[in-house]
């Protein structure tokens, strides 16, 4: 787990050595085990450079020169290091292939490395090192960009062909690993993050007024292939980009993979079985590290399974002296999930650290914490996870595995239900329908009139917005009073009409890729590599093919994991129904220290003044502050957006 740096110069012009330091030293937390750059020029070989970084046995190991200032060159690549496998300077990195003329610089892991690797020797490859970032250069040299269909894992890399004159910026499947991008009429710069390329020279910040009013209106991150800072974008997820260095230097985008359901065709128990089957692999493939493994636990069913199961895992090779995890307690018990957290370590014998983020914390680390993030936050639960990760930093764990993607693949959201109703209505599925309706009204003691209002208007094509939450109620209505723009909901779609329709737009468009950015910056802040068994794509391919009942039933979300995880968790944990996540108490914080956030929220209507209607947004943080208005993330919005502008400005 790194962090990556590439700067390609269009023809006629050139890049210096400054560019490539100034840039990648920025994110040093990403990699602060060692440090790398790479040049090539037309005509030359690829050289290698160190940094004042870079560590001693890699200075012994390859005997070369400090990259300076003043070079010049065509292609530059940086790396930051964070060793996880092949911790020896034969992992160093950026890495060539000089055989098949390619260099790479590498951020993330591909788990099935070993099973590439032995396919790769059987064909008559040979390897230097026992890092994952040689097999990929040796995949490229034989199968060449089909091999990344081989590949399971989290990674972003810039690859140079200086063969074939062409340089290629891949991004894994779903965008678990960050990568960025920004053309001007002199270069291109490939980053891990967005700060890297306001590092370089001559980059000057604009901010994106859409996605910035999209966001103060319903909290939208992330939800494009674009930033807040109008002229940096994103290789979306399950793309790579393509640069021919005899070419313009134009950036062509292009996709290499597109989630396509596996529809189940045999039966319940059998999908029960294969769902436990492929979740234990994903998690197995993902304990492969040369330094210990722990795991975030928040006490939800997501993470809870990943422990449990990494238990029995470990048990069954003898390599079981207890897992270290890391859970964010609150003493206010509302927010607390403890009780759950320590079921799960009573169960697995784990070996248990806690930390208990506070409004101080907030406060005190906020700059720390918003600039990591390099684009504004939805609310402070984010914060939760940070400190989790800081925790994890303390106690000297360098890789976790954590829960995220199980919500969006198997309906974790309240947000499902109306698509779910919809869906079957649409589908004549009115057995199914009436059976939901029992369940319902058994558990909530009525019958869910919204729900079916809102699910056969859907159907039908007409309003709906009277019977939709409030969130989305806005999408086909008008931005809040307190903004100036009423039409500040442009790129949040229409609700779904079926519950998979809604999932996929989970995974590919909100919430999931701002939490995977969440995940990223919160854990490389504190120099931990963060690994998603759920988002092992083989368990994303066979969810999205499944019976939506099989996911959502009689009330019950992620049916099937509940009934996959039966024997394994704690009862308590299985039966669970409460939805939580990483969560602070806001609302407590907003009404206990409303001065702090009114500072704060003046200081951004000074910053924005063309957004806001000042009177109605001052009068619109008292009333949440009072309770008069029902509490949501608004009033962080307002104050992460100014924030994050001075911050990155």
């Not at 060539?96 to 490859?125: D, M, Q, W």
């Not at 290789?235 to 529809?263: C, F, M």
């Amino acid at each position: 787990m790194c962090g990556i740096l590439a700067i390609i110069n269009k023809k006629g012009s050139v890049a210096r050595g400054e560019d490539l330091i100034k840039s990648s030293s920025i994110i040093d937390y990403r990699g602060p085990d060692d440090e790398g750059f790479l040049t090539w020029s037309t005509g030359d070989q690829s050289k290698v450079w160190a940094g004042k970084d870079t560590a001693q046995s890699t200075l012994s190991h390859w005997r070369y020169d400090a990259l300076t200032t003043d070079k010049d060159f065509a292609v530059g690549f940086g790396h930051r290091r964070l060793s996880i496998l092949d911790l020896s300077p034969a992992g160093h990195q950026p890495m060539l292939l000089p055989e098949a003329s390619l260099a790479i610089t590498f951020n993330g892991e591909v788990y099935n490395y070993l099973e590439i690797k032995a396919e790769l020797e059987g064909l008559g490859h040979s390897f230097k090192s026992k890092s994952d970032t040689e097999v990929i250069l040796h995949a490229w040299q034989q199968w060449g960009r089909a091999c990344l269909d081989k590949f399971n894992g989290m990674f972003a890399f810039v690859l140079l062909d200086h063969k074939d004159r062409k340089v290629f910026a891949v991004r894994d499947r779903f965008g678990v690993k960050p990568l960025y991008y920004y053309t001007s009429e002199s270069n291109v710069v490939f980053a891990s993050e967005i700060k890297q390329i306001r590092a370089f020279k001559g980059f000057r910040s604009n901010v994106n007024d859409e996605l910035a009013l999209t966001y103060l209106a319903i909290g939208a991150v992330d939800q494009t292939s674009g930033s807040f800072d109008k002229q940096i974008n994103q290789v979306p997820g399950g793309h790579y980009a393509e640069i021919d260095l005899d070419g313009s230097g134009n950036v062509a985008v292009k996709e290499w993979y597109r989630l396509t359901p596996q529809v189940w065709q045999g039966s319940w128990d059998d999908a029960v079985v294969n769902l436990k089957s492929l979740l234990s692999d994903a998690i197995n493939l993902r304990l492969r590290s040369d330094v210990t493994v722990g795991s975030c636990l928040s006490g939800g069913l997501d993470s809870s399974s990943i422990v449990c199961l990494a238990a029995e895992l470990l048990q069954a090779k003898s390599e079981f002296a207890g897992q270290e995890t890391v859970t964010a307690c609150y003493t206010d018990k509302r927010y607390d999930e403890w009780d759950f957290a320590e079921e799960v370590i009573r169960k697995t014998k784990a070996n248990p650290h806690q930390i208990f983020p506070t409004f101080d914390d907030l406060q005190t680390e906020l700059d720390k914490f918003l600039w990591h993030q390099d684009d504004p936050t939805g609310s402070t639960s984010q914060f939760s996870q940070w400190s989790v990760f800081k925790k994890t930093h303390e106690v000297g764990l360098k890789v976790m595995i954590d829960g995220q993607g199980a919500d969006e693949q198997l309906a974790g959201y309240g947000g499902n239900d109306l698509p779910f109703y919809a869906g079957l209505m649409r589908g004549m599925k009115l057995r199914s329908l009436v059976d939901e309706m029992r369940s319902y009204k058994k558990e909530k003691g009525a019958i869910p009139v919204g729900f079916l209002l809102g699910a056969a208007q859907l159907t039908l094509g007409k309003g709906f917005a009277s019977v939709l939450p409030p969130r989305m109620r806005m999408v086909s209505g008008s931005s809040p009073e307190w903004l100036k723009y009423q039409g500040a909901m442009s790129l949040y779609p229409s609700p779904a009409k079926s519950l998979q329709e809604n999932l996929n737009r989970q995974v590919y468009s909100e919430p999931l890729p701002a939490l995977l950015r969440y995940e990223d910056r919160n854990s490389m802040a504190w120099s931990v590599e963060s690994r998603t068994p759920f988002m092992d794509y083989r368990l994303l391919e066979f969810t999205s093919g499944l019976p939506e009942r099989y996911i959502y039933y009689r009330g019950t979300r992620k049916h099937i994991l509940r009934e996959a995880m039966k024997g394994v968790l704690p009862e308590k944990i299985e039966k669970r129904k409460d939805k939580m996540g990483f969560v602070t108490p806001e609302e407590q914080w907003v009404r206990k220290d409303k001065q702090w956030f009114s500072e704060r929220v003046s200081e951004t209507l000074d910053q924005f003044p063309a957004y806001f209607n000042k009177d109605k947004t001052i009068a619109h943080l008292n009333d949440v502050a009072a309770g008069v208005k029902p509490f949501d993330f608004s009033v962080w919005r307002i104050v992460c957006l100014g924030k994050w502008y001075t911050l990155h400005k």
